[in-house]
């Protein structure tokens, strides 16, 4: 019996050299050739010769005025010369060795000829000869396929050709007839064909968003089938805090949080009350109040009588909440303690027994956290602090320090949509998407290098009304290729303007741990007014006091680390403002300071960021996990990637296990794939 899954072999026309040809494209059997689409089509339709401009691939339809002539030129070429009258024009086709055309073209007949118009030459390097009297004309579209030189693009069109006469009737609708119509998708017959051979422009075009869709819809229900799959059948720890201990605590808060914590920390509790492996990502903007979620989940983790590690990719944010946590939980009776790469001998043997024995509730620590020397007593929860900064195998190592314990991740680079939907399609996304209440949004100006001395008197102005301010420069080493402002001159200018009247600081990553803490500590308590810094601030350090976050040579950063810098400042009640300076050298430079200066949103910042930079460059390709789709482009396409998710969300809410008859195929699909495997058709 004939089946999608019969190998191209049984295409007439298709022995083993042209099978391994086909292998190369990816192309095994008969569903993976009908499912190759061309990448583009050729527009083949008949233009008006009064609208072709110079060096225009077109097609001309006109009238041989003469028989075709050969004539030869060089060792061993020949082209063929035929006259056309197109209107009142006459025009000259040449076609270059293909001899045997001149037989095709006779006085009087009518032709149509695709090629590449020379206007001065007023003639037509002909590349195709369309249509003769004697032939219908055929597809004004013409697909494009990706090919290699062991199989010609003819070749692949007449097998597609062959292969669809036969097998069509075979292709089954995946997508439930209702979700088609809703979105005017059409069916997977028509789809197949009108990729291949469309009529019309317009029905290539349909055609290509049916494809865009489906691909989609497949990889949806692929992920979130296996994700419920797993969930009922992985079973993790089950935290069971003492819930009035962990409302009372919230109840101590200096402030009340907000709805959207209110929510996020209900999705974090229920997660890990509950007998499953919680993998869940927390994104929030700078400033959203991310830690004391966190804060909340670990304290409940505690109650339970377990241990919860924060694991921050930074010694001075690992410090800053290690304090901050020591403060807020000594009340309470929780022992918060620190490990990073600072904390050595003496210290470190105290600190490795109180992870061991217990003694220690809450750890706070850097990348010290997963050497081999540290065990934990009974660890139940990992947080993982921007997480983008740690690798997937820093993670899991974090992870199996406990057995199987519950895993919050946390980042303040929203992921843009398209990743989270794709590459976390398996984990669960919880958003703080509310500030808290009476935050002014920062103001952020752009300047040149040229208007610096004017922004210099405002600063001056915010440190004499008692604010502070950050001086940002990317770079630290003296650089000769790139003409960038260098900490030290930069802290040395700072310095000389502002030292009569201010306390001047720098901050760098070449200093210590030591250095940097006392900088920072004593910029925290505002020992230093002004601190020029290179980007090691970046993350989490809070200093509510500082009003002014200026950054030179912004232009040099990506959105989302701007985003961050950005978000150092604002903190407190006063207005803040960010200076971006930079002379951008291109278009999209100028286009990125001036999203900065409009956009205080994060999650638009970084799905902008990814749509500058492309899905591929944001982390690397490789490495963000993005899957590769054929036809759909995750960036691009995101709201029919968002469409997908939901309607297959929908159905899967309803009919979890797929028995209702419209969505026999959706069921009969997933038996059929490998779930695990990286391909999504
Ligand atoms: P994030 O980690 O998301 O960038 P933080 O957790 O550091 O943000 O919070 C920023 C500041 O806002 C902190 O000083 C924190 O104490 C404060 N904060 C957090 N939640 C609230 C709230 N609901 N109301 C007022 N202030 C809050
Ligand atoms: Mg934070």
């Not at 400033?287 to 004391?292: A, D, L």
């Not at 902008?608 to 982390?619: A, C, N, P, T, V």
Request: charged share 20%; aromatic share 8%; with cysteine.
């Amino acid at each position: 019996m004939e089946s999608l899954q019969d190998s191209v072999m049984v295409l007439p026309g298709v022995g083993p050299k042209r099978l391994t040809a086909l292998n190369q494209l990816g192309i095994n059997t008969i569903y993976d050739l009908l499912f190759y689409f061309p990448f583009r089509y050729e527009d083949l339709s008949v233009k008006d010769l009064a609208n072709v401009i110079d060096q225009e691939k077109v097609t001309l339809k006109g009238t041989v005025v003469a028989d075709a002539v050969i004539a030869r030129f060089g060792a061993h070429k020949i082209r063929v010369n035929v006259r056309l009258l197109i209107g009142h024009d006459v025009i000259m086709v040449t076609f270059f060795n293909q001899p045997w055309l001149k037989d095709k073209f006779h006085t009087g007949d009518e032709v149509a000829v695709y090629g590449k118009w020379d206007a001065k030459r007023h003639s037509l390097t002909g590349m195709k000869l369309i249509a003769t009297q004697a032939r219908a004309h055929q597809n004004e579209y013409e697909p494009i396929y990706t090919v290699n030189k062991a199989i010609r693009q003819q070749t692949l069109v007449q097998l597609i050709k062959s292969a669809y006469l036969k097998y069509h009737a075979l292709l089954k609708d995946i997508i439930p007839q209702t979700l088609r119509q809703r979105y005017r998708l059409m069916d997977v017959q028509q789809l197949v064909r009108a990729m291949h051979f469309p009529k019309s422009l317009q029905e290539a075009k349909l055609a290509h968003r049916s494809a865009v869709f489906r691909e989609f819809f497949l990889f949806q229900l692929r992920i979130q089938y296996l994700k419920r799959h797993n969930e009922t059948a992985q079973k993790g720890l089950q935290l069971n805090y003492d819930l009035p201990a962990v409302k009372a605590f919230i109840h101590h808060l200096p402030f009340e949080l907000t709805h959207a914590q209110k929510r996020v920390v209900n999705e974090i509790c229920h997660d890990m009350h509950r007998p499953y492996h919680m993998n869940r990502l927390l994104q929030g903007d700078v400033g959203s109040g991310k830690t004391v979620v966190a804060a909340i989940a670990m304290f409940a983790a505690v109650t339970a009588g377990y241990q919860a590690a924060l694991m921050v990719p930074t010694e001075v944010l690992a410090e800053q909440h290690w304090q901050n946590l020591s403060k807020l939980f000594a009340p309470e009776h929780v022992t918060v303690q620190l490990l990073t790469g600072t904390v050595t001998g003496k210290q470190r043997q105290t600190a490795l027994h109180n992870i061991a024995s217990g003694r220690a509730n809450i750890i706070v620590g850097t990348h010290a956290l997963i050497q081999d020397a540290v065990t934990f007593h009974k660890l139940g929860l990992v947080v993982i602090d921007e997480q983008h900064r740690f690798g997937v195998q820093q993670r899991r190592i974090l992870r199996e320090k406990g057995t199987d314990p519950d895993v919050l991740m946390m980042t303040a680079t929203p992921i843009p949509r398209t990743l989270a939907i794709t590459t976390y399609g398996e984990m669960d996304v919880s958003s703080i998407d509310e500030m808290p209440k009476g935050r002014l949004p920062v103001k952020t100006i752009w300047i040149r290098h040229n208007e610096v001395p004017q922004q210099l008197a405002f600063i001056r102005q915010q440190l004499a009304a008692g604010h502070q301010a950050f001086v940002i420069t990317p770079l630290i080493a003296e650089s000769e290729k790139l003409d960038l402002q260098n900490a030290e001159t930069l802290y040395q200018q700072m310095q000389a303007y502002f030292g009569d009247q201010f306390k001047v600081a720098l901050l760098h990553g070449q200093m210590s741990a030591d250095e940097k803490e006392k900088v920072m500590q004593s910029f925290v308590e505002n020992k230093v007014q002004l601190l020029v810094s290179t980007t090691v601030v970046e993350v989490g350090v809070d200093v509510p006091n500082a009003t002014v976050m200026m950054i030179y040579d912004a232009d040099r950063f990506g959105l989302a680390q701007l985003h961050q810098l950005r978000g150092r400042v604002g903190r407190g009640n006063a207005q803040a403002y960010c200076i971006l300076v930079a002379d951008p050298k291109n278009q999209t430079g100028i286009e990125r300071m001036q999203i900065m200066t409009k956009t205080h949103n994060g999650f638009v910042l970084s799905q902008k960021d990814l749509e500058m930079r492309g899905s591929g460059d944001i982390f690397g390709s490789r490495q963000s996990g993005l899957p590769e789709f054929k036809i759909g482009d995750p960036v691009t396409d995101i709201n029919a990637l968002v469409t997908a998710r939901d309607a297959v969300q929908a159905i899967l809410d309803t009919d979890p296990h797929l028995q209702q008859p419209q969505h026999r195929n959706m069921y009969q699909y997933l038996q059929h794939i490998d779930l695990m495997s990286g391909s999504f058709d």
